[in-house]
């Protein structure tokens, strides 16, 4: 279960930092990923950390204003959104699964980006 938190409205330009609160599977042993959905789009993959936190990857599209983060002892995964663009807006979620097929997802959190 997954459950994401932190969304909101926000001028473009703000900040923002997500939540993911995950249960019902050994948290430390997964890597874990935040993607986002827009509208009539894919769900698209833009954040990955491993299993400790040393490493991570980003999409091209937020790399260098987004940074994902992890907390074991919480079972919680963190994704800090800087810089934030209209682009931005979209429904985000977290999963301990590389695929966007993956059959388990929380109800997300809803980022909107304007002015």
């Known amino acids: 279960q997954y459950v994401e938190s932190g969304g909101g409205l926000v001028q473009p330009g703000g900040s923002l930092r997500l939540s993911c609160a995950a249960s019902?599977?050994?948290?430390?042993?997964?890597?874990m990923y935040w993607y986002r959905q827009t509208p009539g789009k894919e769900r698209e993959l833009i954040a990955s950390?491993?299993?400790?936190?040393?490493?991570?990857t980003y999409a091209d599209a937020v790399k260098g204003r987004f940074i994902i983060s992890r907390d074991n002892a919480k079972n919680t995964v963190y994704l800090e959104m800087s810089s934030l663009k209209s682009d931005d807006t979209a429904v985000y979620y977290c999963n301990a699964s590389p695929s966007r097929l993956a059959p388990n997802w929380g109800q997300g959190t809803v980022v909107t980006v304007s002015a």
């Open positions: 950390i491993s299993v400790r936190g040393a490493r991570t």
């Open positions: 019902g599977f050994t948290f430390s042993e997964y890597a």
